[in-house]
């Protein structure tokens, strides 16, 4: 598996940051690891959806179910893989 | 939290979806509106907001009215910080039994005639679960004629729109088998997410309508005043008149929620700032949905979502 460089990683905490408003969070405070969801950032249902319409407009990805964006959502590392291989993909 | 010019919303949320860890945030349960709002439930009822905060996840037959009781005494905690932080309400929108919190606020009803209703109505719901085994569901991420489909394929489970919250934000209200039965057609048609809440209710349907009539009953000694800050009525979204006030209590558990029709309207009357009364961010997300611009952020948690 190609790992993801470091400038997607960072673009993809942007993102999120930029996406889901988190005006007091800078890329620095979410870790590339970490869980988005519950018990990590605490993100939810409203704001998977405002991910994945953000994951298509600014790299075209598309998150197709439930069951994929469970897997691509674990973290900003699992969402930086789906992107590269949804790139190659294309 | 700060002040600045503009209009602002005060955003009362209905039901919390998961017992609140007031654990984790000792400067609200240290707070003085906090320890004096607890004091004053004291003896009224027999709910221990703390004790339920730090209690295990069980199985909790009684689990609604104690979220409902909880949502209604930390919107009344909330909204007493965030007066005394200096922030003036120009208006009140709420949704679903946030209405309680937010006539309580208004001064349309007292503190305890707030708490009275909440818990009485919450028996009924709960009493009407027991009776009927309702549920509810929130679909993310399909469009209207979707989740407007879901309920036409699963006709017989009496399934209806129970919330509008956003262009693809809906929530279902129905039979317990087909509330289950939908969460698996919305997956199966690419939702971004379907779930049960934790509601054994059809809140917000026609099921409760026949509730009116109790209601109005156990409202009968309960003096309603003229709301301090008007509320927007989210079926007209037009102010709520004193005299209509005990129709809408009686009326809107067997009615659907407009909340993006409120959201819209606001924004058309100059608010710029909605700040919701309550321990999540869920309206907060909601409004964010409807404006990306906009000011909106939650008292519980006042980094939230600023413009």
């Known amino acids: 598996m190609v790992e993801p460089k470091d400038h997607l990683i960072e673009k993809i905490k942007e993102l999120i940051i930029q996406r889901l408003k988190l005006a007091d969070m800078t890329p620095e405070m979410i870790e590339t690891d970490g869980p988005l969801f519950g018990e990590g950032l ?49 | 939290m700060r002040r600045s010019s503009g209009k602002t919303a005060f955003c009362f949320p209905g039901q919390l979806q998961e017992r609140p860890r007031l654990d984790e945030n000792p400067l609200l349960t240290a707070d003085l509106q906090f320890k004096e709002c607890l004091s004053r439930v004291s003896g009224r009822t027999k709910f221990d907001l703390l004790r339920f905060s730090v209690e295990k996840e069980r199985e909790d037959p009684d689990l609604s009215l104690r979220l409902q009781i909880s949502t209604y005494l930390l919107s009344m905690i909330y909204f007493h910080r ?43 719901l ?101 709301p ?15 005299e209509e006030i005990k129709d809408f209590l009686s009326q809107e558990i067997g009615r659907p929620v407009y909340w993006i029709r409120c959201v819209e309207r606001l924004l058309q009357e100059g608010i710029t700032r909605f700040v919701e009364i309550g321990h999540e961010t869920t309206l907060t997300k909601l409004i964010r949905w409807v404006n990306r611009d906009v000011e909106a952020f939650s008292a519980g948690n006042g980094s939230y979502g600023k413009g």
């Open chain 1, 42 to 90: 605490g993100l939810d249902s409203i704001d998977a959806l405002e991910l994945v319409l953000g994951l298509e407009k600014e790299f075209g990805t598309i998150i197709p179910d439930a069951e994929v964006g469970k897997k691509v959502f674990q973290s900003v590392r699992t969402i930086a893989h789906y992107v590269l291989e949804q790139q190659k993909a294309a």
């Open chain 2, 82 to 124: 965030a007066r005394a932080a200096g922030w003036t309400p120009d208006i009140f929108v709420e949704h679903s039994m946030g209405i309680y919190a937010a006539l309580a606020a208004a001064e349309a009803v007292t503190f305890e005639e707030g708490l009275f209703i909440t818990e009485s109505i919450g028996k009924l």
């Open chain 2, 126 to 226: 709960e009493r009407e679960g027991r009776l009927h085994r309702g549920g509810m569901a929130s679909i993310i991420g399909l469009p209207l004629e979707e989740v407007e489909k879901i309920c036409r394929d699963l006709e017989g489970y009496q399934l209806v729109i129970a919330n509008y919250n956003g262009s693809m934000q809906y929530v279902l209200s129905g039979e317990e088998e087909g509330i289950k039965n939908a969460i698996s057609l919305a997956l199966s048609r690419k939702a971004v997410s379907a779930r049960e809440l934790p509601f054994k209710t059809a809140l917000h349907s026609p099921a409760l309508s026949s509730l009116r009539e109790e209601i109005m009953d156990l409202l009968r000694d309960v003096e309603v005043r003229s």
């Open chain 2, 228 to 242: 301090k800050v008007p509320i927007i009525n989210h079926w007209t979204v037009r102010p709520l008149g004193k």
